[in-house]
């Protein structure tokens, strides 16, 4: 299917409509009552990994109060009106089978692999190519297979799209992560107290909820006690009391407090408000091992490709900020791990690798709702299908 991306801001109530009425709307509905019962850093954690759920509950909000949506509406709705769009031509192109996966795909509870496949597929339509989702229309014994195919003049190239969450490989997970911090704040705010809580962990943190509220319980009653170390499980936790309470910390400010290092796999929050200030450094001793996780996903993906035409491998690494590029494509990073597997003979039918992060996305409006961000390419030098690189 060919397809233009340029959306109106007239067009967008309608889309949006056809959107909510074809994926059920009750679903949504139920979904945002869910959401209601969460706060804190897990609930902006929800909405991350749902990036629908907040843009439909502002429109619902001004559907109710009558207001016109294209007057009022925010980037993030004017973002998810062009996604419906693009998603609604989907669905009513591709075949049955194809409708019910994608739909069904819709309603789990983490978009971002799947909207990573949509943005890709919107590059490509914008650049005048015509794409075929085989992967949608694909029924469940025909097995594992690539997104979609790309057509241009008479080039047919073939197409993977590959979401490696923050969480890939890491010791500390990010949802882990803002649970223990929400458990920690719950049970000190409205304390008057002003603390920083440093914790060493030695393996990884782990999801455990009710294992969160014990530690939190038992940093109550250390602080509670003035104490400046507290005891949890093999957990190595210091507390030391800040002199005033901190008001709008800034990330500055931060830096003056803690002594931070990325590299030692470290992760910091804190919490200010009325009197209580409340900051909390968590550690691992042990490394992170992102690069194998994105490395044996890749090579996993081999098989997924005809191997009859070009493939491109899309890999978008979630949490990369713009000026870790430079690294990541340094002899040491990404570039050491494409270039192993560029090296398989088994992926010769592999053309490019890029490798790309929802960070620095820039929103613009223009008959049309754009996502710009770094894209960091490798070329297969022994590559058997010899394509302009520039198709891609």
Same mark, same amino acid.
């Given at each position: 299917?060919?397809?233009s991306?340029?959306?109106?801001?007239?067009?967008?109530?309608k889309?949006?409509?056809?959107?909510?009425?074809?994926?059920?709307?009750t679903?949504?509905?139920?979904?945002l009552?869910?959401?209601?019962?969460?706060?804190?850093? =897990?609930?902006?954690f929800?909405t991350?990994?749902?990036? $629908?759920?907040?843009?439909?509950?502002?429109?619902?909000?001004?559907?109710s109060k009558?207001?016109?949506?294209?007057?009022?509406?925010?980037d993030?709705?004017?973002?998810f009106?062009?996604r419906?769009?693009i998603?609604?031509r989907?669905?009513?192109?591709?075949?049955?089978?194809?409708?019910?996966?994608?739909?069904?795909?819709?309603?789990?509870?983490?978009?971002?692999?799947?909207? *990573?496949?949509?943005?890709?597929?919107t590059? *490509?339509?914008?650049?005048? $190519?015509?794409?075929?989702f085989?992967? =949608?229309?694909?029924?469940?014994?025909?097995?594992r297979? $690539?997104?979609?195919?790309?057509e241009?003049? #008479?080039?047919?190239a073939?197409?993977?799209?590959?979401?490696? #969450?923050?969480?890939?490989?890491?010791?500390?997970?990010?949802?882990?992560?803002?649970?223990?911090?929400?458990?920690?704040?719950?049970?000190?705010?409205?304390?008057?107290?002003?603390?920083?809580?440093e914790i060493?962990?030695?393996?990884k943190l782990?999801?455990?909820?009710t294992?969160?509220?014990d530690?939190?319980?038992?940093?109550k #009653?250390a602080?509670?006690?003035k104490q400046t170390?507290?005891v949890?499980?093999?957990f190595?936790?210091n507390?030391?009391?800040l002199?005033v309470?901190?008001k709008?910390?800034?990330?500055?400010?931060?830096?003056?407090?803690?002594?931070?290092d990325r590299?030692?796999?470290?992760?910091?929050?804190? =919490?200010?408000r009325?009197?209580?200030?409340?900051?909390?450094?968590?550690?691992?001793?042990?490394?992170?091992?992102v690069?194998?996780?994105? =490395?044996?996903?890749?090579?996993?993906?081999?098989?997924?490709?005809?191997?009859?035409?070009?493939?491109?491998?899309?890999?978008?690494?979630?949490?990369?900020?713009?000026?870790?590029?430079?690294?990541?494509?340094?002899?040491?990073?990404?570039?050491?791990?494409?270039r192993?597997?560029?090296?398989?003979e088994t992926?010769?039918?592999?053309?490019?690798?890029?490798?790309?992060?929802e960070?620095?996305?820039?929103l613009?409006?223009?008959g049309?709702v754009?996502?710009?961000?770094?894209?960091?390419?490798f070329?297969?030098?022994?590559r058997k299908?010899?394509?302009?690189?520039? $198709?891609?």
């Amino acid at each position: 299917m060919k397809l233009s991306v340029c959306l109106y801001d007239k067009q967008y109530q309608k889309e949006i409509e056809i959107f909510l009425s074809t994926t059920d709307r009750t679903h949504w509905t139920k979904r945002l009552k869910e959401l209601e019962d969460y706060n804190g850093l =897990y609930k902006k954690f929800l909405t991350t990994r749902n990036p $629908f759920l907040e843009p439909i509950k502002e429109y619902c909000d001004l559907k109710s109060k009558g207001l016109v949506i294209r007057n009022k509406c925010s980037d993030k709705l004017r973002l998810f009106a062009g996604r419906a769009y693009i998603i609604n031509r989907i669905i009513h192109n591709i075949n049955d089978v194809g409708k019910r996966q994608l739909i069904s795909r819709l309603k789990d509870n983490d978009l971002r692999s799947l909207l *990573f496949e949509i943005s890709t597929a919107t590059h *490509f339509f914008r650049n005048d $190519f015509d794409v075929n989702f085989v992967e =949608y229309e694909r029924s469940d014994n025909e097995g594992r297979t $690539f997104d979609f195919v790309i057509e241009k003049n #008479s080039i047919k190239a073939e197409v993977e799209c590959k979401w490696k #969450s923050i969480n890939a490989g890491r010791k500390i997970t990010q949802d882990g992560f803002y649970n223990l911090v929400d458990n920690i704040v719950k049970q000190l705010k409205g304390k008057k107290i002003s603390c920083l809580f440093e914790i060493k962990i030695p393996q990884k943190l782990g999801k455990n909820l009710t294992e969160f509220t014990d530690m939190a319980l038992a940093l109550k #009653s250390a602080v509670e006690l003035k104490q400046t170390e507290a005891v949890f499980s093999d957990f190595e936790i210091n507390i030391k009391y800040l002199p005033v309470v901190i008001k709008n910390i800034s990330e500055e400010k931060l830096k003056t407090i803690v002594k931070f290092d990325r590299t030692r796999n470290q992760h910091v929050a804190s =919490y200010s408000r009325g009197s209580s200030t409340i900051i909390i450094k968590i550690e691992c001793e042990k490394k992170d091992e992102v690069l194998n996780a994105i =490395y044996a996903d890749l090579k996993d993906s081999l098989e997924q490709f005809s191997k009859k035409k070009a493939g491109l491998i899309a890999c978008n690494i979630e949490g990369v900020l713009g000026h870790q590029w430079k690294e990541l494509s340094s002899e040491s990073g990404l570039a050491e791990k494409t270039r192993k597997l560029f090296e398989k003979e088994t992926a010769v039918h592999i053309h490019t690798v890029v490798y790309t992060s929802e960070d620095g996305y820039e929103l613009k409006q223009e008959g049309v709702v754009e996502i710009r961000s770094i894209c960091l390419t490798f070329l297969n030098p022994k590559r058997k299908f010899k394509i302009d690189q520039r $198709f891609f």
